[in-house]
T-cell receptor
Framework: SQQGEEDPQALSIQEGENATMNCSYK?????LQWYRQNSGRGLVHLIL?????REKHSGRLRVTLDTSKKSSSLLITASRAADTASYFC???????????FGTGTRLQVFP | GAGVSQSPSNKVTEKGKDVELRCDPI?????LYWYRQSLGQGLEFLIY????????KSGLPSDRFSAERTGGSVSTLTIQRTQQEDSAVYLC?????????????FGPGTRLTVL
């Protein structure tokens, strides 16, 4: 089963623009992670934000977490064509310790 | 060092046949996960191994699916009497410890096609 939903399901932007993806989840979590997937194969970890953190940065990535709303957002600034991929949020349930993935956002960045 | 590896990378089989998918996690990683991803979909949790604890099998879709992890390292996912709806990419991931601690490292996946 999937923990939550992401929106939008698909996003198309021009190079240089910012891309924002949102993730909602259902249970109490230990942390929330964002992953990137190219071409439907292996996923690459991007960033992890703990439940007691509200914002985190890594390069051009900015992640926010609102545990009261059970939601997170991933912002990619100054996007590049190479950022084209699917992006997934994943949450670690405090009770089960399983990492459960959202439905993903397909990002297309046009040069 | 070497990452998570999976074999085969692609598997085509006939309906009703059994298949075995292999995952070699990163050495020393105690946690190992199997996920399934259908075309254009998110990742569906299948099974989770953590150290010597009993595996969490709550995601296995039917009793045709089973998995083992020998010696706390290599894992094999077995699908018996394959059906066309089993066609998907099967992803394996490992992590150093509890998921609550940090990231998972993914293998490249096995693309299974059941004809």
């Amino acid at each position: 089963s999937q923990q939550g939903e992401e929106d939008p399901q698909a996003l198309s932007i021009q190079e240089g623009e910012n891309a924002t993806m949102n993730c909602s989840y259902k249970t109490s979590i230990n942390n929330l992670q964002w992953y990137r997937q190219n071409s439907g194969r292996g996923l690459v970890h991007l960033i992890l934000i703990r439940s007691n953190e509200r914002e985190k940065h890594s390069g051009r990535l900015r992640v926010t977490l609102d545990t009261s709303k059970k939601s997170s957002s991933l912002l990619i600034t100054a996007s590049r064509a190479a950022d084209t991929a699917s992006y997934f949020c994943a949450t670690v349930d405090v009770n089960t310790d399983k990492l459960i993935f959202g439905t993903g956002t397909r990002l297309q960045v046009f040069p | 060092g070497a990452g998570v590896s999976q074999s085969p990378s692609n598997k085509v089989t006939e309906k009703g046949k059994d298949v075995e998918l292999r995952c070699d996690p990163i050495s020393g990683h105690t946690a190992l996960y199997w996920y399934r991803q259908s075309l254009g979909q998110g990742l569906e949790f299948l099974i989770y191994f953590q150290g010597n604890s009993a595996p969490d099998k709550s995601g296995l879709p039917s009793d045709r699916f089973s998995a083992e992890r020998t010696g706390g390292s290599v894992s094999t996912l077995t699908i018996q009497r394959t059906q066309q709806e089993d066609s998907a990419v099967y992803l394996c991931a490992s992590s150093p410890g509890l998921a609550g601690v940090g990231e998972q490292f993914f293998g490249p996946g096995t693309r299974l096609t059941v004809l």
